[in-house]
């Protein structure tokens, strides 16, 4: 993936529907393929996923029910091309949207039951109010009316409780909730 345009970071690994996924910050314009930031190994070579047609970021991928959701700092995929807004799913043919997805970068993801969690540097999401964190379960998004005075980084799960981490100093003005809190 080696360009000298690009910073060429790798941020995640995953097999989903028997390959193997990269993603990150990276591009190679000179494979058989045009590589941005997504790639899989098709046994022989490494060939470029999604049409990403913009200098972006991938900074997390998992699967969440049965697709490939991947998020962090871009907008535009696919063929047909489908604006996407920093989150996106694909189910090994065609991207898709979230709603309207996010106004800014989505730092980090986990599944938990049957929601997916982001956290971020967002303040939107599809068209929302919604800061730092929020839940998707499958068809729309929720937010938890929280204000945060900076970006979430992290999130996960431990013995059923939500964790967020990040830069944040307050939540709703609460200065005793900073770094990393739970919910």
């Keep these: 993936f080696y ?3 690009s910073p060429n970071f ?5 097999f989903f529907k028997g390959e193997f996924y990269i993603a990150g910050n990276f591009s190679n ?3 058989s393929s045009t590589i941005n930031d997504l790639v899989k190994w098709d046994g022989t070579e490494w060939i470029g996923v999604g049409n990403i ?4 970021a991938i900074y997390n991928m998992l699967i969440y029910k049965d697709e490939l959701y991947i998020s ?10 489908v604006a996407t807004h920093n989150i996106a799913r694909f189910d090994g043919e065609t991207w898709k949207t979230l709603g309207g997805g996010v106004d800014y970068q989505v730092n980090d993801m986990q599944v938990f039951g049957d929601y997916l969690y982001i956290a971020g540097a967002f303040d939107n999401v599809d068209g929302m ?6 839940r998707w379960d499958g068809s729309r998004w929720c937010g938890y009316n929280s204000v945060f005075d900076n970006s979430a ?17 307050s939540i709703n003005g609460d200065t005793s909730l900073r770094k990393i809190v739970r919910w």
């Design 72 to 81: 962090g700092d871009f907008n535009l995929l696919g063929d047909p091309v």
């Design 153 to 169: 980084t992290a999130v996960g799960m431990y013995h059923d409780t939500l964790y967020l981490g990040g830069g944040f100093w």
């Design 53 to 56: 047609l913009e200098t972006s």
């Design 29 to 31: 314009s000179n494979s």
């Design 129 to 134: 109010p919604i800061q730092a964190i929020a």
């Design 3 to 5: 360009s000298y345009e």
């Design 10 to 14: 790798i941020y995640g690994a995953l």
